[in-house]
């Protein structure tokens, strides 16, 4: 249902997924770092086009959007609720989820929607915790498209984050001053 819902969704739009099947087999239970966040939009676009690669996946969000009151659309989506004024070991907990349910787990490094400086690092020590790839999705406003085209073997924290700096330096966010390419 979710794959027909989001085929309809992007023909509609006129949205083009964009990874080839060798791409997707690999990118499953990986660490997939979701770039650039510039709007809320970006989640449904991510969302609709891991269903249409038909890659099982989840995400972390505030515990707030898996509350009784969203009647668990959030929860339906994938989303993993995440109480962020308790100190949980979340590298640990997604760590032990990547090993156990084989899945995709989607990170927005940026960690906020507006412009940052400095991209958060958890999905790195997520991917050597449970010892697997990180693969690299998009939003791309500029053509239209979105989707995974690249897999990547984490080695030092600086060498991954200049790989995807490099990677992520075309990519076209729907607010693109909101998004800094240059992941220190």
Not at 88 to 114: C, H, M, Q
Not at 158 to 183: C, Q, S, V, W
């Amino acid at each position: 249902m979710k794959y027909i819902i989001s085929k309809l969704a992007f023909w509609l739009i006129g949205w083009k997924v964009v990874a080839s099947k060798e791409i997707i087999e690999k990118a499953k239970n990986t660490v997939t770092v979701a770039a650039p966040h510039t709007s809320n939009f970006d989640t449904f676009l991510a969302l609709a086009a891991f269903w249409q690669m038909k890659l099982p996946m989840k995400f972390l969000i505030k515990d707030f959007y898996t509350k009784w009151y969203f009647f668990g659309l959030f929860t339906w989506l994938g989303g993993i609720g995440v109480n962020r004024s308790q100190h949980n070991n979340l590298v640990d907990l997604s760590a032990k989820l990547l090993k156990n349910d084989k899945i995709n787990l989607i990170i927005s490094p940026e960690g906020t929607r507006s412009r940052t400086n400095k991209w958060k690092s958890g999905f790195y020590y997520i991917a050597k915790k449970a010892c697997v790839d990180i693969s690299l999705g998009f939003v791309d406003y500029k053509n239209k498209r979105t989707g995974v085209v690249k897999i990547i073997t984490p080695t030092t924290l600086e060498e991954t984050k200049a790989e995807l700096t490099d990677f992520y330096k075309d990519i076209h966010g729907r607010y693109p001053e909101k998004f800094n390419p240059n992941i220190s």
